[in-house]
């Protein structure tokens, strides 16, 4: 069973930054596209970032480019999300998930397995 937890969530000052982590319970890590996602108040959720199995390629919502900057250590079982310069409208859930495909991975409806989330306060 695939389990995903998410960490490193908490409150920050606006313009500073903070670095997600999500633990994989994955046997195949390596063979799945990882995705992160998150949910504001009274929001959708939305895409933020999404790195490909050995991480050659990622790709990033247009609001995050530039300031967010997801990685993945295989070996590890763990992909991470850097966020620096941030701001309020960053506030929200953040969750990772994860797929075995690309095509279409700016959508949460193409994953398979989610975290439960970890919380990003952001204040001005």
């Known amino acids: 069973q695939v389990q995903l937890v998410e960490s490193g969530g908490e409150l920050v000052q606006a313009g500073g930054s903070l670095r997600l982590s999500c633990a994989a319970s994955?046997?195949?890590?390596?063979?799945?596209?990882m995705g992160w996602f998150r949910q504001a108040p009274g929001k959708e959720r939305e895409f933020v970032a999404r790195?490909?199995?050995?991480?050659?390629?990622?790709d990033y919502a247009d609001s995050v480019k530039g300031r967010f900057t997801i990685s993945r250590d295989n070996a590890k079982n763990t992909v991470y999300l850097q966020m620096n310069s941030l701001k309020a409208e960053d506030t929200a859930v953040y969750y990772c998930a994860a797929r075995t495909g690309w095509v279409n991975g700016d959508r949460d409806s193409e994953y398979d397995y989610w975290g439960q989330g970890t919380q990003v306060i952001v204040s001005s």
């Open positions: 994955i046997r195949t890590f390596s063979s799945y596209v």
């Open positions: 790195i490909s199995w050995r991480g050659s390629n990622t």
